[in-house]
């Protein structure tokens, strides 16, 4: 799905109110009634409802709402800020329209006003800013929002929490709303997908306000969100007639003392992603342990104690780093085998630190390898940046620069591609923030890759199904409990989902 900047949400309403030949009021009304059908779905009209509003358009989703709830006999008010010199003319309209219904359940608060306290029971709307905001909040809206964050009220916010940009990430000090739940007309602000707005966001839900399909496939962005409907077109289903040699071969190379159980993991995900034929090359020391854990996949020795040697199977895919340790032997292995490489190739864990240690290497990496970094990782890479959207664009910068795919990790992990196209991940939860996880996803790519996936493809499908996979095993056991060698055992039923076999 595409995200859109709020310039480019503004166009996308104001062309879909010409191809309709509607009034920019009905698309409110639209949005109005869109939040209004979900609040009926999650509360009863017996809650009482305060919608805050401001004077700009997403005031007036507030201020359609608040007659629109009053209609279904919700116990509803609405606060209006005096914060503008005017309203905009759809909010104007929208307070006629609710002073002629309910003139009483009005308020209009004067610059320097506040709410007196409120019973906790009432459900807060924050309709106050939406994409209209256009500098952070100052002054009297300022301590108002830092008023409600106060309060123990839920908070539901209306398009974006209000003080929060869409484009950007807003200073650790703003005031920006801090809300329970964000219902967020039709598209992912950028934002939000982001971990500096979560605390303000909370759960978002996107509700469909059938805005111009026309419009939405005809605008160029870098940035968009893979969701399911990504993942089952990118999906390539099995040939019948295919034999072992037809689904690729893999070679996972990793491991050291003490950390085999890292090159086991990928191994294990590679053989539960597809993969022909799998290989581990580890140190000797691991022969033993790895073919009892995974007998399925064969042993290649690539040292004693450490990998000393990288060397690839025929044909085979690589996917280097998990476990493998940074002494000189392994760092000077992986330099010879980056110079001879020329097929696709996948970087993890020690094998980026050992690039970040001698960073000519990233020039040598052959085009479209897929390095997969956390945010640590990725700083000893390629420096630091202020905040992890400004990350995002060094991502960016340097999928470019070296014609590569990164692979971002993190809760919403962006898959930033050579053409410096930018895909947010919708699937995973904190349950796969347990040592390994990472590991796992080395085999997923690898195995894909090997199975001819491109490596922008891969690297969309492999993070989406990972993510799947621990939502999955999170739903049957728990985010606690969840462990890395959990997520191989779902990878079958997040395969399976994406032929809607599940
Ligand atoms: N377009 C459509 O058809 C649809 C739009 N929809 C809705 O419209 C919303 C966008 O509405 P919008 O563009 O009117 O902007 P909005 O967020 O209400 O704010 C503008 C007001 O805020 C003010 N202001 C800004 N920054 C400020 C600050 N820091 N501190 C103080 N004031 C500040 C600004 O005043 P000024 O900059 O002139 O001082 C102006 O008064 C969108 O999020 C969605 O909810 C839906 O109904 C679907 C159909
Ligand atoms: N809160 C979270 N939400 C979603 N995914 C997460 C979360 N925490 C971790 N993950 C995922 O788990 C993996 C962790 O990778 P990494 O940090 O390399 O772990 P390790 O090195 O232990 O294998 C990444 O794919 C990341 O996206
Ligand atoms: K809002």
Redesign the pocket.
């Known amino acids: 799905m595409k995200i859109f900047t709020a310039r480019q949400?503004?166009e996308c309403?104001?062309f879909?109110?010409q191809e309709e030949g509607i009034t920019?009021a009905d698309?409110?009304e639209?949005?109005?009634n869109a939040c209004a059908s979900w609040l009926q779905q999650h509360y009863s009209n017996h809650t009482p409802v305060l919608v805050v509003c401001?004077?700009?358009?997403?005031?007036?989703?507030g201020l359609?709402l608040t007659r629109i709830l009053l209609q279904q006999g919700y116990p509803a008010r609405a606060v209006v800020l005096r914060?503008?010199?005017?309203?905009?003319p759809?909010?104007a309209h929208n307070l006629t329209l609710l002073h002629q219904l309910m003139p009483e359940n009005i308020r209009i608060l004067e610059p320097g006003q506040y709410l007196s306290t409120l019973s906790e029971d009432i459900l807060v709307i924050d309709?106050?800013?939406?994409?209209?905001?256009?500098?952070?909040?100052?002054d009297w809206?300022?301590s108002f929002v830092q008023e409600l964050n106060a309060l123990s009220n839920t908070v539901i916010a209306?398009?974006?929490p209000?003080?929060l940009p869409a484009d950007s990430l807003p200073e650790p000090e703003a005031a920006v709303i801090r809300a329970q739940y964000t219902l967020s007309?039709q598209f992912y602000k950028r934002s939000f997908l982001h971990p500096e707005a979560a605390v303000h966001t909370g759960a978002v839900h996107l509700l469909d306000?059938g805005l111009s399909t026309q419009y939405i496939t005809a605008t160029h962005t870098q940035y968009y969100t893979t969701g399911a409907a990504t993942a089952a077109a990118l999906y390539k289903p099995r040939n019948p007639f295919g034999h072992k040699g037809s689904f690729g071969k893999v070679q996972l190379v990793g491991g050291s003392y003490g950390k085999m159980g890292a090159i086991a993991l990928s191994t294990r995900a590679a053989l539960r992603s597809g993969a022909g034929l799998v290989f581990t090359a580890a140190p000797e020391t691991g022969n033993t342990i790895l073919q009892v854990l995974n007998p399925e996949a064969m042993f290649i020795a690539a040292g004693k104690e450490v990998v000393e040697k990288i060397k690839a199977e025929d044909k085979a895919v690589l996917g280097i780093g998990p476990g493998m340790g940074q002494a000189p032997e392994t760092g000077a292995a992986l330099l010879r085998y980056i110079r001879s490489a020329n097929g696709s190739l996948v970087l993890d864990a020690d094998a980026l630190n050992l690039v970040a240690a001698e960073k000519d290497m990233l020039h040598l990496l052959p085009a479209h390898t897929i390095i997969t970094p956390h945010p640590r990782e990725f700083e000893r890479l390629f420096g630091k940046a202020p905040d992890s959207m400004l990350q995002v664009e060094l991502a960016r910068a340097n999928a470019m620069k070296y014609n590569i795919c990164i692979v971002l990790k993190g809760h919403h992990t962006a898959v930033v591609l050579p053409t410096g196209a930018c895909w947010y991940n919708t699937t995973g939860n904190a349950g796969m923030a347990t040592g390994g996880s990472g590991d796992v996803l080395t085999g997923i790519l690898t195995a894909l890759l090997a199975q001819g996936y491109t490596p922008a493809d891969a690297a969309r499908l492999g993070v989406y199904l990972h993510g799947l996979a621990g939502d999955l095993a999170a739903a049957a056991s728990g985010q606690e409990a969840l462990i890395a060698g959990d997520l191989p055992d779902w990878l079958g039923a997040a395969f399976r989902s994406l032929s809607g076999d599940l």
Do not use: C, K, V, W
């Not at 401001?54 to 989703?61: A, E, P, Q, S, Y």
């Not at 914060?83 to 905009?88: D, G, K, P, R």
């Not at 106050?128 to 100052?138: A, K, S, V």
């Open positions: 949400i503004r309403d104001a879909t109110i920019s698309l409110m639209r949005a109005a401001g004077m700009g358009n997403n005031g007036g989703d359609a914060h503008a010199a005017q309203f905009s759809d909010a309709a106050l800013f939406g994409t209209g905001l256009n500098r952070p909040l100052e809206p300022a209306i398009d974006t209000s003080g007309f306000i």
